[in-house]
């Protein structure tokens, strides 16, 4: 989460590159949230099976030489490459259910779950 509380959907491509969607409300609500990349799509999130928010030009990718983290639920540092991860805006709340795929979804895939 960015610290005015919207939601995050970031990747690494030589530096942290983001977009950001609302703020949400979290109190007793379930949101599906989705951040998808393709080097022909870029990266998206949807929330609830709907684009909240794309950047199309970021279609490369370009592994760091640190470790690369999976991260749930922090605030976005490009410090996160190196493991160096803050929680002053952490996420403080229940998450069901985590899932990595080594595709890109189709909105069909995002809107069955």
Same mark, same amino acid.
Do not use: K, M
């Given at each position: 989460? &960015?610290?005015?509380?919207?939601? /995050? @959907?970031?990747?690494?491509?030589? *530096? &942290?590159?983001?977009? +950001?969607?609302? *703020?949400?409300?979290?109190?007793?609500?379930?949101?599906?949230? /989705?951040?998808?990349?393709?080097?022909?799509?870029?990266?998206?999130?949807? $929330?609830?099976?709907?684009?909240? @928010?794309?950047?199309?030009?970021?279609?490369?990718?370009?592994a760091s030489s640190a470790s690369n983290?999976?991260? !749930? *639920?922090?605030?976005?540092?490009?410090s996160c490459a190196f493991g160096e $991860?803050?929680?002053?805006?952490? +996420?403080?709340?229940? $998450?069901?259910?985590?899932? $990595?795929?080594?595709?890109? !979804?189709?909105?069909?895939?995002?809107? *069955? +779950?």
């Amino acid at each position: 989460f &960015a610290t005015n509380g919207s939601i /995050v @959907a970031q990747i690494w491509n030589g *530096a &942290a590159r983001t977009v +950001f969607g609302p *703020a949400l409300s979290i109190s007793s609500v379930w949101y599906h949230i /989705v951040e998808t990349w393709s080097s022909i799509n870029g990266l998206r999130l949807y $929330i609830d099976s709907v684009l909240i @928010a794309s950047n199309p030009s970021l279609v490369t990718y370009t592994a760091s030489s640190a470790s690369n983290y999976v991260r !749930l *639920a922090n605030r976005p540092n490009s410090s996160c490459a190196f493991g160096e $991860i803050g929680s002053t805006t952490a +996420f403080y709340g229940d $998450i069901d259910d985590f899932r $990595i795929y080594s595709r890109e !979804l189709a909105i069909d895939d995002i809107c *069955a +779950f």
